[in-house]
């Protein structure tokens, strides 16, 4: 039943309106719903308004509600003092509800809660372990906190009605249920995104980092948490963390290695983990870091086919050969162009693409003509240009500027002109080393610029948003699922960014928008949303997800 207006036209122009009270009924040959009147109330522009106020306060007397009349005028009504809300409701609290809105949506489409449901079934399990991992991945995507903290402080603050009444403790028996069940769920995840978005996994990226921990000794029966040198340059007790993502930069798979195992150590297994997926062909691509002689030999044997940066300014062959080599780039793209230089035969044959991209050698140039202007002037400064003077030993140990110094036989400092042209070779260009002959100029170029994708996952990771360290455990297994749900987070972000084309940053924010406002009477106690913004509202269009209703609950208090 419902309240029906109409529209009629009148021999004049003029339009009138016409207010029924009506409900539908399906037509007995049809099927079609038919409206049936059942009271006219008349013409809009001569309602009996306190007609229909009545009527809503007798509608309302029966199912218990409270009918607010903003514009009554009398004392006695149920009007009341603030207008829209009965005079004893209370605001209890606002939180969080678009970011986690989003996470839940992407978290169920991407079949996660199918796949963890189906194993606590499966198990014979009753606790709430999949509410309890999505909560953790959620976190890392909000407010990254500990274990501890998610389920004592972050919970309280987002409107996730679903995890209400977790346990701490279950959150550690989640993570162990996902660590002994975690290849299936990497599995299932990965062909069920593949599906999602129609991927074609010819191109797998792969690089390694390190999370490093806060204590003085390593593991002694565990083999996980051991002394290495970390990526961002200090000695500790670490482990090393692999990835392999898509070239749209969806983390294919985790690994999670000792810490002092070295790069190549990884690849057979990784190799060996990937050949069971039946991918089809998959090209190694991997930075510098990896391109020595034995590494090369290790990925051809575990791998077959590779794709290598190299170290342009240390490899003599690529200074003698592939740099000076002379014709002319093929265009694929207004910051990419390449060519094709092999050099030697038979066996010592080496296939190399050289490639360039004039907006990053204007850059470098420009850069570089300030370092030099810089320099000059410092020079300037001390007519003496005594390299044994405290200014110019700073200059020589400034990764900045003394690759443009020499120190002269008289123990004086100059500008190298000759190692500035040197510098000049290399601007906007990068080398790329493969075995794979069948692999086209164009995708070699390509694929190895996408590398970048898996340096940006690791930011993320790490520093910007998902922020996998510190970690506060210490049993491998919780080590290990602990980066599981951090690369579950980080492929939730990608696909946010991939759907709405916008970075995380820009998303959350638009999302942290929407919240939720508990009021709460002697009786009953409503969670309702705010106004969307129009920002939000085409956040939650690109990721389609319905706009969700302003009132979300309506519970009583007693």
Known sequence: MYLRSTKRKNKDGSVVEYYQLAHNERHPVTRKPVAKIIHNFGRADKLDRQQLVRLCQSIARVCGLTVIDPFGQQQGDLFATEPGLPGDLKIVNTVSFGTVLAIEALWERMGLKKTFSDIIK?????????????????????????????????????????????????????????????????????????????????????????????IDREDEKDNLRKFGH???????????????????????????????????????????????????????????????????????????????????????????????????????????????????????????ILCYNPKEAERQARHRDQVVEL???????????????????????????????????????????????????????????????????????????????????????????IKMTPMYHWVPRRIETHVKLCVLALLIERVAEISCNKPWAHIKAALDRLQVTKFENSSYRLFHRNELPGETVNILKSLKINTPNQVLKIEKTA
């Not at 309890?132 to 990254?144: E, G, I, W, Y």
């Not at 793209?333 to 190399?352: F, I, P």
């Open 122 to 214: 499966r198990e014979g399990l009753k606790a709430p372990y999949e509410r309890a991992l999505l909560a953790m991945t959620a976190n890392r995507l909000c407010d990254p906190e500990s274990k501890l903290g998610v389920w004592d402080r972050w919970l309280s603050k987002v409107y996730l009605p679903s995890c209400e009444g977790l346990k701490l403790k279950q959150m550690y028996e989640a993570m162990d249920l996902f660590y002994d069940h975690m290849a299936e769920v990497e599995e299932n995840l990965f062909f069920q995104t593949a599906n999602l978005f129609n991927l074609t996994v010819d191109l797998i990226f792969y690089d390694t980092t390190t999370a490093s921990f806060s």
């Open 375 to 465: 320099l000059e002037q410092e020079l300037d400064r001390h007519p003496d240009r005594s390299a044994s003077a405290r200014w110019a030993m700073e200059l020589l140990t400034s990764r900045r500027f003394k690759k443009y110094l020499s120190v002269t036989k008289a123990n004086r400092l100059r500008i190298d002109r000759s190692k500035i042209r040197q510098a000049a070779r290399y601007d906007g260009k990068w080398v790329i080393e493969t075995n794979d002959d069948t692999i086209s100029l164009e995708d070699a170029a390509c694929g190895y610029k996408g590398l970048m994708v898996i340096e940006r996952c690791f930011r993320s990771l790490k520093r910007t948003q």
């Open 230 to 352: 970390a990526k961002e340059g200090m000695w500790a007790p670490q482990v090393v963390v692999a990835l392999a993502v898509t070239r749209e930069g969806l983390p294919v798979r985790s690994w999670v290695f000792p810490g002092n195992t070295t790069d190549v150590d990884t690849v057979e297994q990784v190799r060996a983990d990937l050949r069971g997926w039946k991918l089809g062909r998959a090209l190694f691509v991997a930075d510098a870091g990896m391109n020595s002689e034995s590494n090369r030999e290790e990925l051809a044997r575990a791998c077959g086919k590779y794709l290598l940066a190299c170290r342009m300014s240390s490899v003599s062959e690529i200074k003698q050969a592939v740099l000076s080599k002379r014709g002319r780039f093929t265009v694929f793209k207004d910051n990419l162009h390449a060519k094709e230089v092999v050099v030697g035969d038979g066996e010592r044959r080496t296939r190399y």
